[in-house]
């Protein structure tokens, strides 16, 4: 009888796995996904320089925490799998993670609204609440070309630097998170910002917040969320999940 992933990896482990695969449920729940063009990764407890990613050809809505991929930071299978990566797809990952102890989750999307504000010369503007929270810990990556090779690393770590957000140029969004649940957060707020920026330039004359107001919200989100950040909303995301198809567990 082949023995289950649950019964190979350590209780951390899996509950980063189920974590995991409902952020990748998440994101196509509300729309995030790119058919199966992005990934979402993150570090396996325990200090071993292991990471978690999706496998290569699998829609966002399937993923499981079995179905989940062990590499190390070269993208080479750690754990038997069924499923198949392709280095490529972890470059992104692999820069971040390998320059950010912190960077225990780093989520990347192609998302409608975010690729057009990366087009825009002016990039995010500090129009809304959403905005002005994710302004002070904003970076912006020149667009490159598709991102192959390890060539690029050393700039786009240097581009995002200690911040939480980092806008692709013509390419899209990434958000790095000391958990899944704060990745999944800051790329929430990410986007809300791009999405109310691109339907209010369409509507008219664009209102930025005055200068003064934008220099604070870092700490005023702190003291809303009351120190739990992605916390506070994530046990209510999983039981969204839970409600409508709990599988991501399995």
Not at 171 to 177: A, D, S
């Amino acid at each position: 009888m082949t023995e289950s992933v649950r019964d190979q990896v350590s209780p951390e482990e899996w509950a980063l796995r189920v974590d995991l695969a409902a952020c990748y449920r998440l994101v196509a729940l509300n729309g995030w996904d790119d058919l199966v063009f992005t990934h979402i990764s993150a570090r396996v407890p325990g200090g071993q320089g292991h990471f978690l990613l999706n496998p290569f050809g699998m829609t966002f809505e399937e993923l499981t925490a079995s179905s989940l991929v062990k590499i190390d930071a070269d993208c080479r299978k750690i754990l038997p799998s069924p499923y198949e990566v392709i280095p490529a797809g972890f470059v992104i990952h692999s820069a971040i993670h390998a320059a950010r102890s912190d960077a225990h989750c780093v989520l990347h999307t192609h998302t409608l609204a975010g690729v057009a504000v990366s087009a825009l010369e002016a990039g995010l503007l500090p129009i809304s609440q959403q905005a002005t929270i994710v302004l002070p810990s904003l970076g912006y990556h020149d667009y490159e070309g598709l991102a192959l090779t390890d060539d690029e690393k050393p700039r786009l770590v240097a581009d995002l630097g200690a911040g939480s957000y980092l806008i692709l140029r013509n390419h899209g969004l990434l958000t790095v998170g000391s958990s899944v649940a704060n990745a999944f957060l800051a790329m929430y707020l990410l986007q809300r910002a791009c999405e109310i920026q691109i339907r209010a330039a369409a509507a008219g004359a664009l209102r930025e917040v005055d200068a003064g107001i934008n220099s604070r919200p870092g700490v005023n989100a702190s003291a809303a969320m009351r120190g739990q950040d992605g916390m506070l909303a994530w046990p209510a995301l999983l039981r969204r999940l839970d409600r409508i198809d709990p599988s991501y567990r399995t």
